[in-house]
């Protein structure tokens, strides 16, 4: 009984390269896994087509998986909109832009991601969250470190009074580690689909495809991917 609830997921799925990893590993991991996703008025409204192209293929490309991949839930979040550094002071859109965070920064974005996120695991009988937070060369928000996560762990287990654990495979590994990540679980196929069908960039540029994937190349998402593509096929060869 206890391992059959403890083999159910659900993942944080934005239709980028992390979470579509994070994805990939939970359907290697677990026998049942569901998808959640947050429209909130992103700029990246490309990220959330993403998702729809990437579950389809999925599905398609790797029948493995297809059986193990349930629902796939599209919570509605546009009041985070009332909440974005847009809406907030002066000084403080200053402080924001200063530090290169998107101009829709919102602060604490991930607890309230990971709060709804449980809130639907526990009524759909599910007890693992995984998300594709990162320590390592993240863009510096501090409720995707690892000691935020395990206190909210902590925190939704026990509000829930149920177990909620919070699963995190790429805390402590670089971009180009994620990208080994993926060939390891999924072989080249999975490097492809990740290449080609995610999107990681700030200004939701999906205008041009480079070997890296689409995006502007200049933003510091961008920057962040490409990096990790180039570290990952020197390193590949
Ligand atoms: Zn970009």
Redesign the pocket.
Known sequence: MADVIKNKALVLFSGGQDSTTCLAWALERYEYVETIGFDYGQRHAVELDCRTRLLARIRAEFCHWDSKLGQDHLLNLSLLGQISDTALTDAQEIKFKASGLPSTFVPARNLLFFTFAAAVAYRRGLSVLVGGMCETDYSGYPDCRDNTLKALQVAMSSGLDAPMVVETPLMWINKAQTWKMAEEIGGSALVDLIRSDTH??????HSTFHDWGY?????????L?ILGYSTYMSEAV
Do not use: N
């Not at 990681?200 to 540029?205: E, I, K, M, N, V």
């Not at 995006?215 to 920057?223: D, K, L, M, N, R």
């Open positions: 990681t960039c700030y200004l939701g540029d995006g502007c190349g200049t933003c510091p998402a961008c920057e991917r």
